[in-house]
């Protein structure tokens, strides 16, 4: 079954500085996608950004860019010039295509909190 | 505002009880999918319908079953409700199914087993 890992239960980064958000994960297939997504107290979950897994470019999404690395299956989010409403529970999660469906396979989350 | 509708937001009941939780997707889309959020257990997938037929089945108890209805608006009703299935409920719709399709989630429904 496929696993997604997120080592990091809480984060703390100053505003304006850079943090990096940690994602593993296992598989044995060859087309699927990587999300993260981001849950503030409103409890809706916002898709930051996501990756295919064919393609070797990172992901960018202004100020959030990805560090997707294939054969380590590793899939880390990095946030330049963290700002206050950045504050927020991250969920890396796993999707494939298949017959069978395409539900999401969600990480534990890392909560962030920012600094002022 | 993602365009998923869940209602209630909010859903206090005690133990032994059925309810029912209600998600309108995105206009025109066809696929919807329910997950549940619990501090125990995560954010698991537990079903998807794709226009009216069931597409998919995961972590979903035996006492919870859902539908999809020709308007395509869906159900999840939850029976013989135990303290443990306290959790956030969310829908999410997109336009049809596949690994590229864009899921968008609803607010989700906040369910108190008492």
């Known amino acids: 079954a496929q696993t997604v890992t997120q080592s990091q239960p809480e984060m703390s980064v100053q505003e304006a500085e850079t943090v990096t958000l940690s994602c593993t994960y296992d598989?044995?297939?060859?087309?699927?996608?990587l999300f993260w997504y981001k849950q503030p107290p409103s409890r809706q979950m916002i898709l930051v950004i996501r990756?295919?897994?064919?393609?070797?470019q990172n992901a960018t999404e202004n100020r959030f860019s990805v560090n997707f690395q294939k054969a380590a299956k590793s899939f880390s989010l990095k946030i330049s010039d963290s700002q206050l409403g950045d504050a927020a529970m991250y969920f890396c999660?796993?999707?494939?295509?298949?017959?069978?469906?395409?539900?999401?396979?969600f990480g534990t989350g890392t909560r962030l909190a920012v600094r002022p | 505002d993602s365009g998923v509708t869940q209602t209630p937001k909010h859903l206090i009941t005690a133990t032994g009880q059925r309810v029912t939780l209600r998600c309108s997707p995105r206009?025109?889309?066809?696929?919807v999918y329910w997950y549940q959020q619990s501090l125990d257990q995560g954010l698991q997938f537990l079903i998807q319908?794709?226009?009216?037929?069931?597409?998919a089945k995961g972590n979903i108890l035996e006492r919870f079953s859902a539908q999809q209805f020709p308007d395509l608006h869906s159900e999840l009703n939850l029976s013989s409700l135990e303290l443990g299935d306290s959790a956030l409920y969310f829908c999410?719709?997109?336009?049809?199914?596949?690994?590229?399709?864009?899921?968008?989630f609803g607010s989700g429904t906040q369910l108190s087993v008492l």
């Open positions: 999410a719709s997109s336009a049809t199914w596949g690994v590229a399709e864009k899921l968008f």
């Open positions: 598989t044995s297939e060859s087309d699927y996608y």
């Open positions: 990756q295919e897994a064919y393609k070797q």
């Open positions: 999660a796993y999707r494939e295509g298949k017959s069978s469906g395409d539900k999401l396979t």
């Open positions: 206009s025109g889309d066809l696929s």
């Open positions: 319908y794709y226009n009216g037929e069931e597409r």
